[in-house]
Nanobody, 123 residues
Framework: VQLQASGGGSVQAGGSLGLSCTAS????????MAWYRQAPGRERELVAR???????DYADSVRGRFAISRDNAKKMSYLQMNALQPEDTAVYYC??????????????????WGQGTQVTVSS
């Protein structure tokens, strides 16, 4: 079971980028999916989250500029980032709570992280 992030890159201030995250493997169900970011010298912070029922929430710093969505059938999440600013520069990580198949009793729900993808915004 893994999360694979794609997208990112470099853009000038005011530009747009999109990120994608795909969950794969022996997955029974996908719970909340989220995107976090970590800038140099700073702690990892939540950017946006989408619950399984579609409810979304955002960090104040990105609300109105970023949009998270998910495709439950494809086990994917997306982060559309518009009006990017230099302070959005960070490594972005996708996250998902996945209930995975198990040969044991019950299916465990595990918090998975994708590999980071760099987003760089120049002024």
């Amino acid at each position: 079971v893994q999360l694979q992030a794609s997208g990112g890159g470099s853009v000038q201030a005011g530009g747009s980028l999109g990120l994608s995250c795909t969950a794969s493997g022996s997955i029974f169900s996908v719970g909340a999916m989220a995107w976090y970011r970590q800038a140099p010298g700073r702690e990892r912070e939540l950017v946006a989250r989408a619950a399984a029922d579609g409810f979304t929430d955002y960090a104040d710093s990105v609300r109105g500029r970023f949009a998270i969505s998910r495709d439950n059938a494809k086990k994917m999440s997306y982060l559309q980032m518009n009006a990017l600013q230099p302070e959005d520069t960070a490594v972005y990580y996708c996250n998902a709570k996945l209930t995975v198949y198990s040969t044991g009793v019950g299916y465990p729900r595990i918090n998975y992280w994708g590999q980071g993808t760099q987003v760089t915004v120049s002024s």
